[in-house]
């Protein structure tokens, strides 16, 4: 990816340091204060709805990214450390500026879908973003499902794929829009690496279709020849073959053969 070493070099300075802490934060700050307003008036005037922001409401291109899921407080508090965690992780490879840069490209084309489809934004999948760059850079990872099962990210993520794959398959158009353009960020770090990998597998499948055909053949052809009558074990499964120890070379011979044969004496040995 040279063109983020690029970017790096030129603005690396710009990257915040512990993003993800703030962007935890927050969201857990939010969560609080849904708890404590039941009419969900706090909420409401957190969501991006483009037309509220055309009429001054500038806050919302902000703070749909702190809207929490809607779940009970344990299962929040698993959520956001869950994140936490990946987000750390990938800074902790990438760097503060790299880390930066992947969460601004997957908001920006969040937002924009938002106001391209003219639905309704959450964080959803700008998250599962995170998510997937994180499969991909730790795949063998292990995270336990339902505190119980240990399962390796890399796994997970392959779910999510599928999951993604149906969504752009028999979702709506905006719904197909959204998707695409809040992944941008993943597609843009990891489309080569994925490029890269489908065409590896696609190799490794055209090498076992070739080795297996040219097993195949092999088998086909015969282990055993008698030099007499020709005779192979295919032929006759149950015939056994030897090599005559007179004979000036690797003759082989069926058991009829073995013994009522004249012994080759000279000339280039067969192999």
């Known amino acids: 990816m040279k063109w983020l070493n690029w970017l790096e070099r030129r603005f690396g300075k710009l990257g915040i340091n512990n993003l993800i802490a703030y962007i935890v934060g927050i969201t857990a700050f939010v969560y609080f204060l849904t708890y404590i307003d039941p009419s969900g008036r706090f909420l409401s005037r957190l969501v991006l709805i483009p037309s509220r922001v055309f009429r001054g409401e500038i806050w919302r291109l902000i703070t749909y990214v702190f809207i929490p899921p809607r779940t009970s407080l344990f299962f929040i508090a698993f959520v956001l450390y869950f994140y936490y965690m990946i987000?750390?992780?990938?800074?902790?490879?990438?760097?503060?500026?790299?880390?930066?840069?992947?969460?601004?490209?997957?908001?920006?084309?969040?937002?924009?879908?938002?106001?391209?489809?003219?639905?309704?934004?959450?964080?959803?999948?700008?998250?599962?973003?995170?998510?997937?760059?994180?499969?991909?850079?730790?795949?063998?990872?292990?995270?336990?499902?339902?505190?119980?099962?240990?399962?390796?990210?890399?796994y997970l993520g392959i779910l999510n794929g599928l999951y993604l794959g149906w969504t752009l398959l028999t979702a709506p158009l905006a719904h197909k829009i959204t998707v695409v353009m809040a992944l941008a960020n993943f597609l843009l770090f990891f489309g080569q690496d994925l490029y890269k990998i489908?065409?590896?597998?696609?190799?490794?499948?055209?090498?076992?279709?070739?080795?297996?055909?040219?097993?195949?053949?092999?088998?086909?052809?015969?282990?055993?020849?008698?030099?007499?009558?020709?005779?192979?074990?295919?032929?006759?499964?149950?015939?056994?073959?030897?090599?005559?120890?007179?004979?000036?070379?690797?003759?082989?011979?069926?058991?009829?053969?073995?013994?009522?044969?004249?012994?080759?004496t000279g000339g280039p040995a067969e192999p």
């Open 87 to 154: 987000g750390k992780g990938l800074e902790n490879r990438w760097g503060s500026f790299k880390f930066t840069l992947y969460y601004l490209i997957g908001y920006l084309g969040t937002t924009l879908a938002v106001f391209i489809t003219g639905s309704v934004a959450t964080s959803f999948y700008l998250n599962l973003s995170l998510f997937l760059a994180f499969a991909m850079l730790f795949p063998e990872f292990e995270v336990m499902v339902f505190f119980i099962l240990p399962l390796k990210v890399k």
């Open 198 to 264: 489908f065409k590896n597998r696609k190799q490794v499948y055209r090498n076992k279709r070739k080795f297996s055909s040219g097993v195949s053949r092999y088998q086909n052809e015969p282990l055993h020849r008698c030099t007499i009558c020709g005779i192979t074990e295919l032929d006759h499964p149950q015939m056994e073959f030897r090599y005559c120890s007179k004979c000036a070379g690797n003759y082989e011979y069926c058991s009829e053969h073995l013994k009522n044969h004249q012994h080759i």
